[in-house]
T-cell receptor, first 113, second 115 residues
């Protein structure tokens, strides 16, 4: 089955710097890759997603890139702010167009003012 | 519009006790999901309901049962709780399971401790 590896597990940056979180997946049939942000004591919230027919997607300060050949995708956050501090999860959808999400183990991002 | 709601927020059980976690969504979504989140493990799918009247096993279904009561409500039952079921449980919903409907919206979670 699908396996999603996420790195790093913790990341600390200074306010204004960029942050990059990387994920790899194993199932070449996976075609949907969402990223979730989870603040302390809350449920995960979708922040950006990408489908396998797209190489890059941007939404203001966040972007996701996908390399299907290498089976890896990355989250990029520019101009980080203290409110970006949270745990970020990547996921991959298995089983083609009606699969289930397999999540990475999460990255705890800390943005220092 | 409350989105996805879960009750209770916190629960402590003794080994062998039973309980039901409740989930409801007001977004008219067809699909609903139950996940558990353990430290350092990410989220793992327990059961899902693709549409009203159907349920299917996910990655870690052992020790759990579910009921899709109606389109809005999806409950998770622990018949005989074990310490290994100590976790945070999240319910989620989506319009469907085909693109572009499969964005999942999560509830606030239920923190369960089994002693």
């Amino acid at each position: 089955g699908e396996n999603v590896e996420q790195h790093p597990s913790t990341l600390s940056v200074q306010e204004g710097d960029s942050a990059v979180i990387k994920c790899t997946y194993s199932d070449s049939a996976s075609n949907y890759f969402p990223w979730y942000k989870q603040e302390l004591g809350k449920g995960p919230q979708l922040i950006i997603d990408i489908r396998s027919n797209v190489g890059e997607k941007k939404d203001q300060r966040i972007a996701v890139t996908l390399n299907k050949t290498a089976k890896h995708f990355s989250l990029h956050i520019t101009e980080t702010q203290p409110e970006d501090s949270a745990v970020y999860f990547c996921a991959a959808m298995t089983g083609g167009s009606q699969g289930n999400l397999i999540f990475g183990k999460g990255t705890k991002l800390s943005v220092k003012p | 519009n409350a989105g996805v709601t879960q009750t209770p927020k916190f629960q402590v059980l003794k080994t062998g006790q039973s309980m039901t976690l409740q989930c409801a969504q007001d977004m008219n979504h067809n699909s609903m999901y139950w996940y558990r989140q353990d430290p350092g493990m990410g989220l793992r799918l327990i059961y899902y309901s693709a549409s009203e009247g159907t349920t299917d096993k996910g990655e870690v279904p052992n020790g759990y049962n579910v009921s899709r009561l109606n389109k809005r409500e999806f409950s998770l039952r622990l018949e005989s709780a074990a310490p290994s079921q100590t976790s945070v449980y999240f319910c989620a919903s989506s319009h469907g399971r085909d693109y572009p409907s499969y964005e999942q919206y999560f509830g606030p979670g239920t923190r369960l401790t089994v002693t």
